[in-house]
């Protein structure tokens, strides 16, 4: 009898060590699964920069209450980069502000500036309303020691930073990269869907140069390789980063693959000479050698002038609308393009919390009507047409939300 309990009491031990392995392991697994209630993007301790929550201070009952929507929606951050350099400020913020109005899910920026300029975007990006949405980095520009002067003077002023981000933000998994001449005028978690739709070989997705190839200037110009029939424009390049530095990419140079972090000072010696748009070409080369790697999405994601200037090309805009418009060449700053222009001065000029239809569509579409004597301007309904249908939404959301 004594020899029966002392089995039982053994066997009972036996079970409780069971279940509490068990529960810790559980507990172990919820821990590191992504969205599991803590944040997997921890900013590395030894990077550069400052990283702050915009809208820290308080906002007051009613802005809470606006933005309660927001708490129904996945958590999941969407990472965006961009790198702003001498009188980019005021642009850059402009496509912040595009990005926040109307994305679902919270941001991260990246910021990517010269040390003069961080002090005015903190100013500016603490006061943005909407406390819990949007976080941000600051980082100083910054190139490999042994390369940095040619790096710097690549095309212009810091552009070829982006070929260093998959390098330098080493705890993010996807990154969305944009010039700062770029507007979205929809979430960009529709972009940022598109990582979903990433074969097992593809690592980034990018629009084409050109639609028109009788326009097209890698396919008529270029003295180097570059992707497809008119090559890509990188202004909108989102990036599956973990992917891109495990790759080891094919190339021109020896028949050895090489990584990411191996590959860009070689490619630049070599084809120095013969590149025009600086890191826009090494990556047009890149993909040439790795056609496999490319997803290439529809023109209305990376809208610029090229696609209405000579008559309207980008039949997906025509269906369907802009999606990103991507203002090149200084057309936010001149009359060559008032279109374009018009589009960015309303977002620039619009309130937080202001009615999106009153104070930004309507009076945009009368300054849009004034530009019909301009070729972009005879299609200016394509550049209304899916920002409607994002205010639209927008609304939709706020409502169920209360």
């Known amino acids: 009898m004594r020899r029966l309990a002392r089995v039982a009491l053994l066997c009972l031990g036996c079970g409780v060590c069971s279940l509490l392995y068990g529960l810790s392991q559980l507990a172990l697994s919820l821990e590191q699964e992504p969205g599991g209630g803590r944040e997997r993007q921890a900013r590395d301790p030894a990077a550069p920069g400052v990283r702050r929550q915009a809208g820290s201070a308080g906002r007051g009952e009613a802005g809470a209450r606006r933005y309660d929507y927001m708490k129904t929606h996945p958590s999941e951050k969407m ?10 400020l005021e642009e850059t913020v402009t496509m912040l502000r595009s990005a926040v109005i109307f994305s679902i899910r919270p941001l991260h920026f990246h910021i990517f500036a010269e040390d003069q300029l961080h002090e005015r975007f903190k100013d500016i990006l603490d006061e943005f309303p909407y406390e819990g949405k949007v976080n941000y980095t600051l980082y100083p ?66 629009a084409p140069e050109h639609e028109e190839p009788r326009i097209g200037w890698y396919n008529r110009f270029a003295r180097h390789p570059y992707y497809g029939v008119t090559g890509i424009n990188s202004g909108v390049m989102l990036m599956n980063m973990t992917r891109i530095r495990r790759k080891y990419f094919k190339n ?55 696609h209405c200037i000579y008559g309207s090309n980008c039949k997906a805009a025509e269906e369907e609308g802009i999606f990103i418009l991507h203002g090149n060449r200084g057309v936010y700053h001149d009359d060559k393009q008032p279109t374009f222009r018009a589009v960015y001065e309303a977002i620039k000029n619009y309130s937080f919390g202001d009615d999106l239809v009153h104070s930004l569509l309507q009076p945009l579409e009368l300054e849009l009507q004034k530009t019909m004597h301009t070729y972009c301007g ?17 609304y939709a959301r706020r409502s169920k939300g209360r």
């Open 79 to 88: 990472h965006l980069a961009v790198v702003a350099c001498g009188e980019r």
């Open 141 to 206: 520009i910054t190139f490999p020691t042994e390369s940095a002067a040619e790096w710097k003077k690549l095309f212009k002023p810091c552009a070829s930073q982006r070929l260093f981000l998959p390098l330098i933000l080493k705890n993010v998994d996807s990154l969305l990269y944009v010039d700062t001449d770029i507007l979205f005028l929809r979430p960009v978690d529709d972009i940022w869907s598109f990582l979903g739709k990433f074969n097992s070989t593809q690592i980034a997705a990018m």
């Open 252 to 306: 021109d140079m020896t028949p050895v693959r090489l990584q990411w972090g191996e590959i860009l000072m070689p490619l630049l010696k070599k084809y120095k000479l013969n590149i025009t748009w600086g890191d826009q070409d090494l990556l047009n080369i890149m993909f040439f050698h790795n056609p496999e790697s490319l997803y290439v999405f529809p023109c209305q994601w990376n809208y610029r002038p090229d």
């Open 378 to 394: 005879r299609v200016y309904k394509v550049f209304i047409k899916q920002l409607t249908k994002s205010i639209k939404d927008l």
